[in-house]
């Protein structure tokens, strides 16, 4: 009798431990590693090696943390979202607008409602808003994009509705004024190096080699300005008047002047599944060492500890959280 309720007794308390532990938890407990992945964007973008910059913070501690981060290449912010809600990722970077979009249900997330299980870490760099045609396709306004050939970006990417926002604003519908392609980023710069694009927009920060490859080939590139975009800042909060610093990053593009445009930031995403001390670690190891980290790419140029917790919309995760607490951020 004894040892039956012994039995049982233990059977009970193991069962309970069992069931309160995620498959994290599990993994950490047995002393392995936890394995995280990262979504980022087109290898030519900043999003892929922000991803990897975060990663070989974390990754530096893989003994004390037990956690080894690895980076995946995808269609951008919206697959990012999407893959994190459906646990195939655990991180992912996305522009803050898609970041706002997802928490309220709107835009791509309209039919799907509000993704109530995502959650922000911090933010990154700004990102700009950018057209950039072949010169030879006389393109000086999104006016003129009428009848042309452009990519307004795949349907996992940020950048796309960024693009037909931009259209919208001024008149211009995607569906008859002009060939619309829905072509990854790294993709279109080849393509209007052989003539197959007169030009494409995309949402990134800089400098990135999307615009490095587009304006160092024989056909001339040059960056358009965007404009007519007063009703769009009206109209969303996460939009920012922008210039693109074109001089400065890409000398060979055939501009003599930076471009107006509108801009958003890059920010860092999980979901609420992910466990508080993964999520701690990785702020932890950013933070702690932000001049380092700093250092990984010059689109960090201008960030700061106290601009890294702006733009975001989706409550922020509570490991997040508690860093932030400890070192007197919130
Ligand atoms: N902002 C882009 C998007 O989400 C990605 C930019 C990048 O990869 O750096 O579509």
């Excluded at 920010?267 to 990785?282: L, N, Q």
């Excluded at 960090?300 to 509570?318: F, R, V």
Aim: charged content about 20%; hydrophobic content about 40%; cysteine-free.
């Amino acid at each position: 009798m004894k040892k039956l309720i012994v039995l049982t007794i233990a059977l009970v308390f193991g069962l309970t431990l069992l069931g309160g532990v995620g498959p994290f938890e599990q993994k950490a407990q047995a002393g392995k590693t936890t394995f995280v992945t990262i979504g980022t964007g087109g290898i030519t973008g900043v999003y892929y090696p922000t991803g990897g910059a975060i990663a070989k913070m974390v990754n530096k501690k893989r003994k004390e943390y037990g956690i080894r981060a690895t980076v995946e290449s995808t269609g951008g912010s919206v697959f990012n979202i999407n893959s994190i809600m459906s646990g195939d990722l655990e991180f992912g970077v996305a522009q803050s607008d898609r970041q706002f979009q997802a928490i309220q249900g709107i835009a791509n997330w309209k039919d799907k409602g509000p993704q109530k299980d995502l959650r922000a870490v911090f933010s990154i760099h700004p990102e700009t808003v950018d057209l950039i045609a072949a010169v030879d396709a006389n393109i000086n306004s999104i006016e003129d994009l009428k009848g042309k050939r452009i990519n307004i970006g795949n349907v996992g990417s940020g950048y796309r509705k960024n693009a037909i926002d931009a259209l919208t604003a001024n008149g211009l519908d995607y569906n008859k004024d002009f060939n619309a392609e829905s072509l990854k980023a790294a993709e279109a710069p080849g393509l209007i190096q052989d003539g197959r694009l007169d030009a494409a927009f995309y949402t990134v920060g800089h400098p990135s080699g999307y615009y490095k490859e587009a304006t160092s080939g024989k056909r001339k590139v040059k960056f358009v300005p965007i404009t007519n975009i007063e009703s769009l800042l009206q109209k969303y909060p996460y939009y920012a008047k922008a210039v693109t610093r074109v001089t400065k990053h890409y000398p060979a593009a055939e501009n003599d002047a930076d471009v107006q445009t509108f801009g958003v930031k890059a920010t860092f995403v999980t979901s609420v599944k992910v466990p508080d001390e993964v999520v701690y670690a990785i702020t932890k190891e950013v933070f702690d060492n932000f001049e380092q980290f700093k250092k990984l790419h010059p689109a960090y140029e201008g960030l700061t500890k106290q601009n890294m917790l702006e733009g975001l919309s989706a409550p922020i995760h509570p490991g997040a959280m508690k860093y932030y607490k400890e070192v007197g951020l919130k």
